[in-house]
């Protein structure tokens, strides 16, 4: 009852903001353009230039995977600093079991918003084949990315104005997706150091390894995120 409520009055605060409506419904959008310019925009592209777009489907993909943890994460961190704004997350967060809820109620949202936003963009681009289990494995992460970006935009932005120059920043994350395109040691490590770069990889080269460190990443930087939230929290 406590989170159909909660999905009731965040689903008000989304209509209220036309700015939040816009970043909740763009990504479809985005999947849409995209598609339409890989059909009519790449052998234009290829007669002109002779540029082979099909060798980069991969980057392709992964940056559109990562548009709509961005996009999500960014409505859950409006919500949530709105809250914050009303004096709502106060009440709320006084009791530990209260933070506790408050939390995954807010997230919840761009979580399964994030995860099912991946499985259609995959089958609308349908330019790359994966695997069900890599897939999945994407998916997950997609949606842990979803929770980074709603925390890290809740906890940096003192408001919405705030927030939403953070947010544009944000955007600029999904270039570190396309560091191996840079082919410069250091670019790639600097990139390999967020849960980003590692979207791209698994698609590319599915191995252990990659798996591993994808995992690893990807804990330490919702740990984090997690850690900052509960320190601001106390403070």
């Excluded at 069900?132 to 709603?150: P, Y």
């Excluded at 940096?156 to 040691?185: C, H, P």
């Excluded at 994808?214 to 106390?234: D, E, P």
Aim: charged share 15%; hydrophobic share 55%.
């Amino acid at each position: 009852m406590v989170k159909h409520n909660s999905f009731e009055a965040d689903i008000k605060t989304i209509i209220r903001e036309p700015v939040l409506i816009l970043f909740f419904i763009m990504p479809i959008f985005i999947f849409l353009i995209f598609k339409a310019l890989l059909i009519f925009g790449e052998p234009v592209l290829l007669e002109m230039t002779g540029f082979d777009l099909s060798q980069y489907y991969s980057y392709v993909l992964g940056v559109t995977f990562l548009i709509s943890p961005m996009m999500l994460g960014t409505v859950a961190g409006f919500v949530m600093i709105d809250e914050r704004d009303a004096k709502i997350y106060e009440l709320i967060a006084i009791t530990p079991i209260g933070y506790v809820n408050y939390m995954v109620n807010r997230l919840l949202f761009p979580v399964v918003g994030s995860f099912l936003y991946t499985i259609l963009a995959y089958n609308i681009l349908n330019v790359y084949t994966l695997n069900r289990f890599v897939l999945l494995l994407i998916s997950i992460f997609i949606s842990i990315q979803a929770i980074i970006m709603g925390l890290l935009l809740f906890n940096l932005a003192d408001d919405k104005v705030k927030g939403l120059t953070y947010s544009k920043g944000f955007g600029t994350f999904n270039l570190l997706a396309l560091a191996d395109l840079i082919n410069n040691r250091w670019v790639v490590l600097v990139a390999s150091a967020t849960p980003f770069y590692w979207i791209v990889r698994l698609i590319k080269y599915y191995d252990v390894k990659t798996i591993v460190m994808s995992v690893v990443i990807h804990i330490v930087w919702l740990g984090g995120v997690i850690l900052l939230n509960q320190s601001r929290s106390r403070g």
